[in-house]
């Protein structure tokens, strides 16, 4: 709205926000998977990945940060540093993200905003850095200072607009901590900073442009997104101090040839050979399969034929576009550092890498997190038995975190999530989506059973069919084993043919797969046939 996108800001209450367009979103108030909002605001280009908050959802984020350059973290003011929160900060830190802290909601409850601070430090250490001073608290939070340009920013009921420093706001020691961390970033600012002399405001924005792109300072910015209060900060912030395509670990991406034994790289241009990755994948009952996917180098253009290298496969993109939360917005070209969007292209998948089909790389594929919590799910109704199988196969393109698998033990399907709000998710996606109507239970335990002392035992086979008929005996004994199954032959003086041993250790590994208990497969033990006749 701030950037004249939309003529009327959107609202999760009222289900009117762009980034939260499906519908299951908009029935539970929540994100649930990530969205690209493409803008541009004062000539330059943003695209915003908003992702969801709910650790249920980790696999959205992971997405996301394959392939973003920097990251806004969003604090609820109110609520303060939540679980999700530190999650997603050892998210960011360990895939080296450059990034920026809004707190949100300074109108909605917070009364003490150096603790806040406090807590943060604590948690996230020294690096994080406030840029802003609040103006009032809880209901007459009215604006902030920013310490950075010495200006305060007042909310007039419609708008954000610049006034004086208020005369009972001291800035001097919050600007002093920036400075210092301002000093650290560069050895001659810091010899400037012992020595007292002032930083020019080019020296102030360079410093802290180096200190953010290389993770050591974290700035903290305040706000209100309901009144619009801090958000043309936060655009300024993005602009000034976040990296652009080219200064991500400087302008290079790093690949592989297809069959990975030697690094290739590709610099963000487009006069580079083409290359993407694929990092989301939407499944529309009506547009069918939409891959969004992220420009490392080069330029695509509609129609051109590309290859997916993981697979070796050639595809011809018949559109592309940008999409902005759920519209779909026509376009000639996707430029490196862009992202972009293609539809039904079947053979695409999430993390697959697209390129130039004269010019193969492959990147590295998407990490997501392993399922930790496992259901069985069956179909309300028998006649949606074939279509379940086939729904949750499309469910799992478009969110790989989530796993299908069958217990052939138990005759269960078993899907395995992040947690129950997740798979609750999935089974109203099933049911809106795909029309198949299905129930979770507790998934049935696939137990084993074993000995405890050691016994032997004896096997006889006798048969008498006309002729010399067909006699085998066998002795053996059983003993507990740290092994799953360890089988010994012990036969002296040919009592039982060498022919034959094999197909005794045959019998066994049969007979173990149903044990005398409850009929469940024994495990941890070692035979070992000593004696026999034939």
């Known amino acids: ?29 929540f994100s649930i998977n990530t969205s690209v909002i493409p ?20 696999g959205e984020v992971s997405s996301a940060l394959a392939v973003s350059g920097g990251a806004i973290l969003v604090i609820n003011g109110a609520a303060g540093v939540e679980v999700g929160t530190e999650r997603a900060w050892r998210l960011l830190e360990e895939a080296g993200i450059p990034r920026v802290i ?70 001097a020691e919050v600007r002093n901590l920036l400075l210092e961390a301002i000093a650290e970033t560069d050895e001659n600012l810091l010899n400037k900073y012992f020595s007292g002399e002032d930083f020019t405001e080019e020296e102030i924005k360079q410093g802290l442009h180096n200190g953010v792109v290389s993770g ?12 619009g209060i801090g958000v043309r900060t936060l655009f300024e912030m993005l602009y000034n101090y976040l990296p652009t395509p080219l200064e991500v670990n400087g302008g290079i991406k790093i690949g592989y040839t297809t ?4 690094m290739l790289t590709r610099k963000v241009s487009i006069d580079e050979p083409f290359s993407a990755v694929i990092f989301k994948t939407i499944v ?84 997501f997190p392993k399922p930790c919590l496992y259901m069985s799910i069956i ?13 949750l196969q499309r469910l799992m393109d478009e969110d790989p ?23 609750n998710i999935l089974l109203n996606k099933l049911e809106n989506k795909f029309g198949v109507n299905a129930i979770l239970k507790e998934p049935e335990i696939s137990y084993r059973e074993t000995i405890k002392n050691s016994v032997e035992a004896q096997g006889r086979h006798k048969k008498q069919s006309g002729g010399a008929g067909q006699f085998g005996e066998v002795f053996i004994k059983f003993e507990p084993n740290s092994d799953e199954f360890g089988f010994y032959d012990n036969i002296h003086g040919g009592v039982v043919p060498k022919t034959y041993i094999p197909a005794v250790e045959k019998g066994l590994l049969e007979a173990k797969n149903k044990g005398k208990l409850a009929g469940y497969p024994v495990i941890n033990i070692k035979a070992t046939l000593y004696d026999g006749s034939y």
């Not at 069959?259 to 030697?262: D, G, L, P, V």
């Not at 989530?402 to 798979?423: A, D, P």
């Open 1 to 29: 709205y701030i950037s004249n996108t939309t003529p009327k800001m959107g609202s999760v209450d009222s289900q009117t926000s762009i980034s939260d367009f499906d519908k299951e979103e908009m029935k539970q108030g």
């Open 401 to 423: 975190s989530f796993s299908i698998g069958r217990n052939y033990e138990t005759k269960e399907l078993i899907i395995g999530g992040q947690g129950e709000k997740h798979l």
């Open 102 to 171: 809004f707190i949100n909601k300074m109108n909605k409850g917070v009364h003490n905003y150096e603790k806040l601070l406090y807590d943060m430090k604590e948690k996230f250490g020294k690096k994080v850095a406030p840029f802003c001073i609040p103006i009032g608290f809880e209901e007459e939070f009215k604006g902030f200072v920013n310490v950075v340009d010495l200006k305060g920013r007042i909310f007039n009921g419609e708008s954000c607009e610049d006034a004086p420093i208020p005369e009972d706001i001291d800035v």
């Open 216 to 227: 050591e300072i974290v700035p903290v910015i305040i706000g209100s997104a309901s009144n």
């Open 259 to 262: 069959n990975k034994s030697e």
């Open 379 to 391: 179909p309300k109704e028998k006649s949606d038995d074939d279509k379940l199988s086939g729904a």
């Open 39 to 58: 803008l541009e605001y004062l000539g330059h280009k943003y695209n915003i990945l908003d992702t969801p908050g709910y650790s249920d959802f980790s």
């Open 284 to 367: 529309d009952p009506y547009m069918g399969k939409i891959s969004l996917f992220k420009v490392n180098s080069g330029v695509i253009k509609k129609d051109d034929e590309v290859l997916i290298s993981n697979k070796g496969v050639k595809v011809k993109v018949g559109n592309i576009s940008f999409f902005r939360g759920g519209k779909q917005l026509s376009a000639e070209e996707v430029r490196a550092g862009d992202i972009g969007a293609m539809t039904k292209i079947q053979e695409a998948q999430t993390g697959d890498t697209l390129c130039d089909k004269e010019s193969p790389i492959l990147y590295q594929v998407i990490e």
